[in-house]
């Protein structure tokens, strides 16, 4: 079993609709979630970063963490064209080290297409 | 923009060349760290580097190495290259401040062509 399971999609939504994407994950291990969004032929920008459980919003994005069920989601609300993209969930261990976080453990990526 | 800038933007070779790709980090982040991704694996870390030392390895193979120089530049040197190594590698850098969980940020990488 990998360590970080998203689906590749494709997904294709039109403008204005909520998206919704998710991993799940085993280790247990794990404590910091984040969400980059990577458009095409650029490097993963960070989007959403959350400690532990709970909910997380910014804007339009909702990050949102279930440790007991091992999985994550983020939401997308009012979704437009400028968010297509693909979408990667990566997670670390502790991150509390001296020189630096853990590496990051990243799903394959979800892309994205919004259509106006 | 990043602020972390890697050079070449694309490399094509034949198999068993070297190449060498580098890293140049945020100004003030003292960690970089290097992935590689392709369609099947997806991205994969492969090490870390903070302030010229090795911190921490991934799914490095042995014909990979890395290093950091005294300017906080990094290099990521591939050699006897295979037709697998085919892959987009990016460069991450972070501040790496202890007690702390940081972002790391990513440049806008190197595509590999091994023909």
């Known amino acids: 079993q990998k360590e970080v399971e998203q689906d590749p999609g494709p997904l294709s939504v039109p403008e204005g609709a909520i998206v919704s994407l998710n991993c799940t994950y085993s280790?247990?291990?794990?404590?910091?979630f984040m969400w980059y969004r990577q458009y095409s032929r650029k490097g993963p920008e960070l989007l959403m970063y959350?400690?532990?459980?709970g909910n997380k919003e910014d804007g339009r994005f909702t990050a949102q963490v279930d440790k007991s069920s091992k999985y994550i989601s983020l939401f997308i609300r009012d979704s437009q064209p400028s968010d297509s993209a693909t979408y990667l969930c990566?997670?670390?261990?502790?991150?509390?080290?001296?020189?630096?976080?853990?590496?990051?453990?990243f799903g394959k990526g979800t892309k994205l297409t919004v259509n106006p | 923009d990043s602020g972390v800038t890697q050079t070449p933007k694309h490399l094509i070779t034949a198999t068993g060349q070297r190449v060498t790709l580098r890293c140049s980090p945020r100004?003030?982040?003292?960690?970089v760290y290097w992935y590689q991704q392709s369609l099947d694996q997806g991205l994969q870390f492969l090490i870390q580097?903070?302030?010229?030392?090795?911190?921490a390895k991934g799914n490095i193979l042995e014909r990979f190495s890395a290093q950091q120089f005294p300017d906080l530049h990094s290099e990521l040197n591939l050699s006897s290259l295979e037709l697998g190594d085919s892959a987009l590698y990016f460069c991450?850098?972070?501040?790496?401040?202890?007690?702390?969980?940081?972002?790391?940020?990513f440049g806008p990488g190197t595509r590999l062509t091994v023909l």
């Open positions: 959350t400690y532990s459980s």
């Open positions: 991450a850098s972070s501040v790496a401040l202890q007690g702390m969980t940081d972002t790391q940020y």
């Open positions: 580097y903070y302030n010229g030392e090795e911190r």
């Open positions: 100004s003030g982040d003292l960690s």
């Open positions: 990566a997670m670390s261990g502790s991150g509390i080290t001296q020189g630096g976080s853990e590496k990051l453990v």
């Open positions: 280790n247990s291990a794990f404590q910091y």
